[in-house]
């Protein structure tokens, strides 16, 4: 197992398209985030899913923003029409199990939206 | 309020020189705090892990410390060397809730020769 990995590192768009990144958890962990990181910035909390389930949204994840994980395995997060403002680091991780188990992050996917 | 601040914002430092960076939280209940070092573009990758009852864990040349009576952390690096730089990011969990992890803003490291 190679870590959570995030496809694609990077993608450039312009303003008004839709855009899907995906993550693939570390097999069988059952948690899985997303996360939103700006320059200088922490990551943000965007959802949380554990196993199939998405269980919390944060309210920065507008209407616009969707995201999915069909299988309970890989996840999938959308943007719908896309905004300057979207531009960011998108960032997955997942665990295992209980609250002290580790998080793991993928190297993420970096937005730029033109 | 769920936080954690970290300081310095920012820090250069000479190679081959001692450091210390600084977490303070207000998480509760509090389960764990981790330091993430996140190489720019990159990931934040774990450098260790400490649970209520642990007051210092080594990692290397890394050494953390846990005050939890204080709800403060440090992250010490003896020796800089240039590969340290980069940002390093407190992270404490709570023991409920989905989002139970939180984020400071990180210190971004700079080592130079």
């Known amino acids: 197992d190679t870590g959570v990995s995030q496809n694609p590192r990077h993608k450039i768009t312009k303003r008004g398209q839709n855009v899907t990144f995906r993550c693939d958890p570390i097999s069988e962990h059952n948690r899985l985030y997303w996360y939103r990181q700006t320059l200088g910035q922490g990551p943000e909390f965007l959802t949380y899913f554990q196993n199939e389930a998405q269980l919390e949204k944060s309210r920065l994840l507008s209407d616009r923003f969707s995201a999915e994980r069909p299988k309970g395995s890989f996840s999938t997060l959308e943007i719908q029409r896309t905004e300057q403002g979207d531009s960011a680091m998108y960032l997955c991780?997942?665990?295992?199990?209980?609250?002290?188990?580790?998080?793991?992050f993928g190297q993420g996917t970096r937005l730029t939206v033109v | 309020k769920n936080q954690v601040e970290q300081s310095p914002q920012s820090l250069i430092i000479l190679e081959g020189k001692n450091c210390t960076l600084q977490?303070?939280?207000?998480?509760?209940?509090?389960?764990?705090l981790r330091w993430y070092k996140q190489d720019t573009g990159r990931g934040p990758v774990s450098l260790t892990i400490?649970?209520?009852?642990?007051n210092t864990k080594s990692n290397g040349r890394y050494t953390a410390t846990l005050d939890a009576d204080t709800k403060q952390s440090s992250l010490h690096i003896t020796a800089s060397q240039l590969s340290d730089s980069a940002s390093y990011i407190c992270v404490v969990s709570a023991l409920r809730g989905a989002n139970n992890l939180f984020f400071g803003t990180g210190t971004r490291l700079t080592v130079i020769p």
């Open positions: 977490c303070n939280y207000t998480v509760s209940p509090f389960s764990n």
């Open positions: 400490m649970t209520f009852s642990e």
């Open positions: 991780a997942s665990s295992w199990g209980h609250d002290d188990t580790e998080a793991f």
